[in-house]
Nanobody, 117 residues
Framework: QVQLVESGGGLVQPGGSLRLSCAASGIIFSWYTMGWYRQVPGKQRELVARITSGDSTNYADSVKGRFTVSRDNAKNTMYLQMNSLKPDDTAVYYC???????????WGQGTQVTVSS
């Protein structure tokens, strides 16, 4: 059974930082492209950051320079370091594991991030 479990969300003031974690089980983690997505009510889920099995990364323009995605294959865990947070970053953040060749795509349950004073 595949599980992706996000943690680290919460309430933070503008300009603050949070670190999200996504712990994976039931997959060969190192094979997968891992991604962070976010969604606010009434809007489509959007890509925030992604890291491939070869550690290539890409980011949404809105978070470049502020967020950093990383992975630890030994711990089957992906991270998102979020700095200089803005109210517009408020959303539910979801972890995704994707393997195009195997046609496998998995999602976590999400963790709420709220940026507010």
């Amino acid at each position: 059974q595949v599980q992706l479990v996000e943690s680290g969300g919460g309430l933070v003031q503008p300009g603050g930082s949070l670190r999200l974690s996504c712990a994976a089980s039931g997959i060969i983690f190192s094979w997968y492209t891992m991604g962070w997505y976010r969604q606010v009510p009434g809007k489509q889920r959007e890509l925030v950051a992604r890291i491939t099995s070869g550690d290539s990364t890409n980011y949404a323009d809105s978070v470049k320079g502020r967020f950093t995605v990383s992975r630890d294959n030994a711990k089957n865990t992906m991270y998102l370091q979020m700095n200089s947070l803005k109210p517009d970053d408020t959303a539910v953040y979801y972890c995704n594991a994707d393997h195009t060749v195997l046609s496998r795509d998995y999602w976590g349950q999400g963790t709420q991030v709220t940026v507010s004073s």
